[in-house]
Each structure stands twice: as structure tokens, then as C-alpha cells.
């Protein structure tokens, strides 16, 4: 089930490992560490993430342990 984009909670964090298969591991400002993966889009325009990088995630309310990351900040 997707999540709807009006219901999702919106974050930044920043990369902090870069995992296999397009999975990373981001801290966000709270200290708090989740289990994040590419959007669609971001993966269709072949946009490249390293460790370091600040990302823009949306969150599920019911699982706030993994995200999905939709922008990349710096």
C-alpha cells in the first residue's frame, strides 16, 4: 500500500552509510536513525547520493523506522 503524500510526514536528514541495493542509513536532526530507499523519480533521472548528503524524506505516521528519500539537499 502507498502511502498518500498528504499523510506523510516530511524530514531532513543526512546520509550517514550508503547500503546495498539503493538502501541508506540517515540520522535526523533528533538523533534518530531509519532505513531509507530512493523514490521512483529520483531513481528515473539517475540522481546519485553519498555519504554526507542532506536528503528530504517522507515518513509513514505508522512506521517511523523507514522512509523514502523524494529530494536531495546538498
Not at 17 to 23: K, Q
Not at 37 to 46: D, P
Amino acid at each position: 500500500m502507498a502511502v498518500d503524500p498528504k499523510k506523510a510526514i516530511e524530514v531532513e536528514g543526512k546520509v550517514m552509510a550508503v547500503l546495498a541495493g539503493t538502501m541508506f542509513r540517515v540520522q535526523l536532526a533528533n538523533e534518530h536513525m531509519v532505513l531509507a530507499h530512493i523514490s521512483g523519480k529520483m531513481r528515473k533521472r539517475f540522481i546519485r547520493l553519498t555519504t554526507g548528503d542532506r536528503v528530504r524524506l517522507q515518513m509513514s505516521p505508522y512506521d517511523v523506522d523507514k522512509a523514502r528519500i523524494v529530494y536531495r539537499l546538498a
